[in-house]
């Protein structure tokens, strides 16, 4: 089994910016790739970004693309996700979540991830 923990959200003005964390866990973790995901009120969850483990090759959605960045400690096997000039639309709860055993890349869809944290709220004032 896998946990995964999410951590860093909270309320911030637009323009500012919050690093979120995600903490994984369980027995012998690896995973192929991890992911960012979020979901805005009335909407459906959206990808945002994601990370391969091993090189670290990244892919971000178009919407964050040159604002977030990605990125991971292998050695405490945690995902970060570094947003920077945030807009109010970011505004979202925020989602970790891994592929263990994937071959495919870039992992944009939910469908993609065996295992998923419980969310961490983002909200951005204008």
């Known amino acids: 089994q896998v946990q995964l923990v999410e951590s860093g959200g909270g309320l911030v003005q637009a323009g500012g910016s919050l690093r979120l964390s995600c903490a994984a866990s369980?027995?012998?973790?690896?995973?192929?790739?991890m992911g960012w995901f979020r979901q805005a009120p009335g909407k459906e969850r959206e990808f945002v970004a994601t990370i391969r483990w091993s090189g670290g090759r990244t892919y971000y959605a178009d919407s964050v693309k040159g604002r977030f960045t990605i990125s991971r400690d292998n050695a405490k096997t945690t995902v970060y996700l570094q947003m920077s000039s945030l807009k109010p639309e970011d505004t979202a709860v925020y989602y970790c979540?891994?592929?263990?055993?994937?071959?495919?890349?870039?992992?944009?869809?939910?469908?993609?991830?065996?295992?998923w944290g419980q969310g961490t709220q983002v909200t951005v004032s204008s």
């Open positions: 369980g027995r012998s973790f690896s995973s192929y790739a």
């Open positions: 979540a891994a592929d263990l055993d994937g071959s495919s890349w870039p992992n944009r869809y939910q469908y993609e991830y065996d295992y």
